[in-house]
């Protein structure tokens, strides 16, 4: 088949940019796939593990040449990698993102992008808890959601194009509005997120319950939060501090629920409780419902976690 | 082998009665296995998947000639039962509970008790957001912990008869005070289920996010969150309900901590929050290597979810 770009530039080599690497490769989907990463360390790897042909010790020299480049790195540090770039990109390339706030990004990226090179901000609902060069594989993307949020003034074809792209790796596409993507995400995945965290960290400043009992007594539920608040804590952080407004928003709904909740068990309110619980066990079941999870009890977690600890 | 209990009295035939019906049988851990549960549909369904050998229509004549009996029903129920059934207990049979809080059930249960009866209170740390008797299965116990709270005066021989059938079934057995165990678990997944079935409500009233968003894009951490708050309504109106002290207590804490968070995003205080994720995400490795949950990325889910929906 025809590759659908001549050469991907990947800024960045952790697990989104490392995954994508491995679902182009399976399916022939670029010529060549060149990278950069900050660290000697990571660009290394990449290139032993195959996931590049080349890496670059600059994002400015990785670009030259490339009509797909690919910034994935953390939030916070895409305007210096969007200045450092510029200069370089060639004229007709296509520039995206993967970062998980979509309005912050297109501020810090924007001004700094010439004329003639195609801006369509992109987040892939993709990842899991592990990250780096070697936590990629090539079916992270497959019946995934992957956002855009270009302008409206963008280039069709640059968006069909990339969206071709991602597509061939499994990915199943959609457009919005750069504001709107922010708050969605801030209820399905940032929010989520930092109540994990926040969970995690509670268990932690017990002094009447030891660490070990919250470690061994974990399955009863809390474990499921401890996948979550093992994300990548720079990723998370600059994810809480650029879509700042829309987080503290659901927050503060969350917290008058919550408020809600403990009133009701304060008062020995069951009908309010059962009533609320049945509700929230119907979403679940649209989830499953729509392909976005699994319905194998426990997530299909092996019965007998131990045999496979550590794989 | 030689059975360990001669009848088993199952009261109550969900998920948990269900499992260790279908784990006794496997094991052969019990000459016969009899039920009663409130509902005629679920009777008949336990009959006829063979989850007992024989069905009653009341717990009273389903606990005579049984040297083990177990409470299977909601925390809010086993005080009924218990007085129901007082009168027909065995003199020296076991009796036993499985409920997610300990020191209500002594209340609850300990008063109707004749003497020459050894109630050793359970709490298995196991269990699926599936209920009802077609959701057990026989390994669900396997390298589970299985919690005991007798009272001091109670027989050892009669505990260590009990333990022996649960570590048969793959569970590891702790002794701990009532008390202890209901703040343990009010950390370890009280608070976290309450938390969870929060945070899909909020996902639920939100106008300006629709609800086909939410399921759609849960799979950015939502849908970690929906899979506990898919637990039995009833059973956890219940906890919460009986072990109100230490879930309001470890509630308090949660709020305070996500204040604290809070401020952290509002006053861009990065570092802050850099740190915590660091420390959360330390703890996510301790409970993998006490082999309480998968390392596998993602829980170990398919990666086409989608293909195993509804399996």
Same mark, same amino acid.
């Given at each position: 088949?025809?590759?659908?770009? +001549?050469?991907? %530039?990947? $800024?960045?080599?952790?697990? $989104?940019?490392?995954?994508?690497? @491995?679902?182009?490769?399976?399916?022939?989907?670029?010529?060549?796939?060149?990278?950069? %990463?900050?660290?000697?360390?990571?660009?290394?790897? %990449?290139?032993?593990?195959?996931?590049?042909?080349?890496?670059? &010790?600059?994002?400015?020299?990785?670009?030259?040449?490339? +009509?797909?480049?690919?910034?994935?790195?953390?939030?916070?540090?895409?305007?210096?990698?969007?200045?450092?770039?510029?200069?370089?990109?060639?004229?007709?390339?296509? $520039?995206? &993102?993967?970062?998980?706030?979509?309005?912050?990004?297109?501020?810090?990226?924007?001004?700094?992008?010439?004329?003639?090179?195609?801006?369509?901000?992109?987040?892939? =609902?993709?990842?899991?808890? *592990?990250?780096?060069?070697?936590?990629?594989?090539?079916?992270?993307?497959?019946?995934?959601?992957?956002?855009?949020?270009?302008?409206? &003034?963008?280039?069709?074809?640059?968006?069909?194009? =990339?969206?071709? @792209?991602?597509?061939?790796?499994?990915?199943?596409?959609?457009?919005?509005?750069?504001? *709107?993507? +922010?708050?969605?995400?801030?209820?399905?995945?940032?929010?989520?997120? =930092?109540?994990?965290?926040?969970?995690?960290?509670?268990?932690? *400043?017990?002094?009447?319950?030891?660490?070990?009992?919250?470690?061994?007594?974990?399955?009863?539920?809390?474990?499921?939060?401890?996948?979550?608040?093992?994300? &990548?804590?720079?990723?998370?952080?600059?994810?809480?501090?650029?879509?700042?407004?829309?987080?503290?928003?659901?927050?503060?709904?969350?917290?008058?629920?919550?408020?809600?909740?403990?009133?009701?068990?304060?008062?020995? +309110?069951?009908? *309010?409780?059962?009533?609320?619980?049945?509700?929230?066990?119907?979403?679940?079941?649209?989830?499953?419902?729509?392909?976005?999870?699994?319905?194998?009890?426990?997530?299909?977690?092996?019965?007998?976690?131990?045999?496979? %600890?550590?794989?």
């Amino acid at each position: 088949m025809s590759f659908i770009y +001549d050469r991907v %530039a990947l $800024i960045g080599l952790g697990l $989104i940019a490392g995954s994508m690497a @491995l679902a182009m490769r399976e399916k022939g989907l670029a010529r060549e796939i060149v990278g950069h %990463a900050r660290s000697s360390e990571t660009r290394e790897t %990449a290139l032993e593990i195959g996931l590049v042909d080349r890496v670059f &010790d600059t994002a400015a020299e990785a670009v030259k040449g490339a +009509d797909l480049v690919v910034l994935a790195v953390p939030v916070g540090a895409m305007a210096a990698v969007a200045e450092e770039i510029a200069p370089y990109l060639q004229a007709g390339a296509t $520039i995206t &993102d993967v970062g998980s706030v979509k309005q912050a990004v297109v501020n810090a990226v924007s001004p700094y992008l010439p004329e003639g090179v195609h801006f369509v901000p992109g987040h892939p =609902l993709a990842g899991t808890e *592990h990250s780096g060069p070697r936590s990629g594989f090539a079916s992270l993307f497959c019946n995934r959601w992957w956002l855009f949020t270009p302008a409206e &003034d963008v280039d069709e074809t640059a968006i069909t194009r =990339l969206e071709t @792209l991602v597509q061939a790796m499994g990915a199943n596409t959609e457009r919005m509005d750069a504001a *709107h993507h +922010d708050l969605v995400l801030a209820v399905t995945s940032h929010t989520p997120h =930092l109540i994990a965290y926040t969970m995690v960290g509670v268990a932690d *400043h017990l002094k009447r319950v030891t660490e070990s009992e919250v470690v061994q007594y974990s399955a009863a539920g809390f474990r499921d939060f401890t996948r979550i608040a093992a994300s &990548d804590p720079t990723m998370w952080r600059d994810v809480f501090l650029q879509n700042k407004d829309a987080v503290l928003d659901i927050l503060g709904r969350f917290t008058e629920e919550l408020f809600v909740l403990q009133r009701a068990i304060r008062m020995g +309110d069951g009908q *309010h409780l059962f009533d609320y619980f049945t509700r929230t066990r119907a979403i679940r079941r649209g989830i499953i419902e729509a392909g976005q999870d699994t319905a194998a009890p426990d997530f299909g977690r092996s019965q007998k976690p131990g045999e496979n %600890a550590k794989s």
